[in-house]
Structures are given as C-alpha cells and as structure tokens.
C-alpha cells in the first residue's frame, strides 16, 4: 500500500509542535510575507529555523507557503526572501505566481517546489508544464472529483507527486481566487488578507429601492447563500487512496492547536487503521466521527469529490462554528513534583474534569487536583489567558500533550 503523506497546517512555532507530536509527516507554514494567510501569527525567520530543527529530529518535513500572487512591487522582496530562506533548509515551497516561480528556481534551486491549488490545475497537461519547468508536487484544485484526480495520478509523470485537500474550511471561490474581500474591503485574498465575506448574511436590494432588504429566502434571518460546510473526508480513505493521492493535506493554518491536534490524531489514526486492515478502518469509523467532531468546524461535506455539489453543501442559516470541546493549554514541562506546566487558554478550576488527548489516539479522562501559579501559590480556578500555570491532575503527561474541556 502507498505511504501517503499527512500534510499538516501550522500557524505558529507552538502548533507545529503539536502537529509533529500528533502524527503529522508534513507540515506547511508560512513567513511574515509572501502567503496567503497573512492574518495567521505566522513565522519569523528564527522561528522557522527553529520549528524545522524540531521537524526534522522527530522525521518530519516542513513546507513553507510563498503563494501570494505578485504585484512588481513584490518581486524585490521576494528575490531577498528566498535568499533568507536559503539559510534556513524547507524541505518544499508552496508556490501559485509563475513568476515566483522562476524567483524560486533562481534563489534555491535545490529546494523543491510544489505548484498551490491556487494555481488552479485542473488537467494533466498543466501538470506535465510544471514537471518541465522543475515543479515536484502539484497541490489539485479542489473542484476536481475523485475520478478526475484518478486521471490526473495516470497520465502525469509518474515521478510528479499529487496532493489534495481531504479536510478543512472551503471557498465559495475557483480555488480560492475571491475577488469580494478586496471589492468590499480593501483586502486582497490573493495578496493574503482575505476578510472571508462568503461568511456574512446578504439579501437583495432593488435598484430604486435603497434600504430596502429583500430576504433571498423567506427567513427572518436572512441567509448565508455562500455559506459553504467544511470539507471532511475522514470515511472515505479509501477512495482517496484509489484516486492515487500522495499526500493528504489538512486546511488551517489559522486554527488552534487543539483543531490540529484532532484533526491530524483522527487522521493519523485513520490511515494506520487502514494500512492495517480495511475491515479494522471500518470498524473504527464511529470513532472517527466522533472524533473529528471535537473541534471547531461548520458541519461537513465531500465538496467536489463525488461530483458537483448540491444545496446540502451550504450552510444558510447562520455562519458560527460548531464546539464540543474547549482548548484549556498544551503541557509544556513537568515540574519537580510531578505537576504540569501550561499556558492556560481557557478558564478552569479545581474539581472540574478534563480530557488528555494522548498521542496514540486515546483519550484521559482527569480530575483537576490542584492549581498554581508560576510563583506556587494556589488558585482554585485559572481565568487569565496565557497565565503559566502548574496543575495536578494526578498523573504525569508527555510535554506537548493537548488538555481539552467537553462543553455542556
């Protein structure tokens, strides 16, 4: 069976790790310039070097987004850039822009490149031209079906690699080339700064009727008509393997580190149950289901994978997310007595029950025992974000374990 690769997102030093620690193979991550999620904390230089020692020491590789389209006032900057790059040793860049393109061949010719699913490849012949000009991977659009993808793994070169999206949030756009940010704001998706406006209610105004708001659908809450669900492919690993997929990548590079935790674990866990034995991977799928869904998402669709997608794609009545679970810190030491250190995320207090999402795929359950803050003094609850924090539940956890709270 193909050893598919599990591409995770990273939008922070702090959540690389815990993609690493949770199964990633891959990471994808991105500078203070240059990628389309310029609202995400993102990397500096120093934070990139740092992250790929650490990815490299656990087997993991790190891809680094550069896949803005560019202006010519950006070309300066992005010479410079990837000679800084140069430096620092990414296993991959994630390039759109042709022009960024030959930038990248010029300054890191020993890199490999892999071709966004900006660049909107949606035929074999595409992917044969960016084989010949030095491309490694083409990341698909993600309007192609699986048959479609099939194609494509048959007739590009057979040393070309073939990624796709498998889960995550979905533009209402042709691979994400959205002009409504930038109408509406100002905000240029293609330059990374993406207000994400397929979010908000919209109705219809007549022409000589200003202020007048016609509902699109006879609700009095308006609707979301671009509204889309998120992408989840978790039950159909088998298909994807079929379609000749080489790496199954994750969207988020601007989620928590407990979306990535679950989504990468649930993934990981999927794959391996599959390599396994396919009777085992069905076995497990309520597991699976229940699992992905301990994160934030919008309900969940197969997009384009089954063909084109109908009006059970969309959400139309609200644009809020999903949440079963809340993220309370991720372990960062353990102390001299046993007690975990954190960085608080969310409030808890002593008594409460909380989750250990462990690496392997289970989870443990854990009373809080007790609370310190850095200085030893006890707390019976934690309120402040970002508070270091000692806590006592009884047990010791592995440093980059994730601790999260069922809501009610």
Known sequence: MQETELLIP????????????????????????????????????????????????????????ANIFAHNADLGGIRDYFGQLRQIGPDALIISDPGVFLLAREQLPEV??????????????????????????????RELSLTELQELRQNMPEEMELEAFVHGAMCISYSGRCLLSHYFTGRDANQGACTHPC?????????QRPGEYLPVEEDERGTYIFNSKDLCMIEHIPE??????????IEGRM????????????????????????????????????????????QFTTGFYFGKTDAHAQIYDNNTYLREYTYLGTVEAIDESGWLVLEQRNKFSVG??????????????????GIQDEEGRPMEAAPHPK???????????????ILRRKEA
Not at 130 to 139: D, E, N, T, Y
Not at 352 to 369: C, K, R, S, T, Y
Not at 387 to 401: A, I, R
């Open 352 to 369: 409460e029950e909380i989750e250990a999402m462990l690496f392997d795929g289970e989870n443990q359950v854990l009373d809080v025992q």
């Open 240 to 249: 994807l393997l079929e379609a000749g997929i080489d790496s199954f990548k």
């Open 255 to 298: 989620k928590t580190a407990l979306y990535v935790a679950t989504v990468a674990r649930t993934y990981r866990r999927a794959l391996e149950d599959y390599r396994k034995s396919p009777a085992l991977y069905q076995q497990n799928m309520d597991y699976y289901r229940s699992e992905i869904a301990k994160c934030t998402y919008r």
């Open 387 to 401: 508070q270091m924090l000692h806590v006592n539940v009884g047990t010791e956890l592995p440093v980059g374990c």
């Open 112 to 141: 490999e490149i892999h071709i966004s699913t900006q660049a909107n490849t949606t035929n074999y012949e595409t992917c044969r031209f960016w084989h010949q000009l030095g491309a490694k991977r083409i990341v698909a659009a």
């Open 10 to 65: 990273a939008g922070s030093l702090p959540v690389l790790r815990t993609a690493v620690c949770y199964g990633a193979d891959a990471v994808y991550i991105g500078g203070e310039d240059f990628g389309l999620r310029a609202k995400a904390h993102n990397f500096t230089l120093e934070e990139m070097r740092e992250g790929i020692r650490f990815a490299h020491s656990h087997g993991c590789k790190v891809y680094i987004t």
């Open 199 to 207: 979010r908000w209610k919209y109705a219809v105004v007549e022409e």
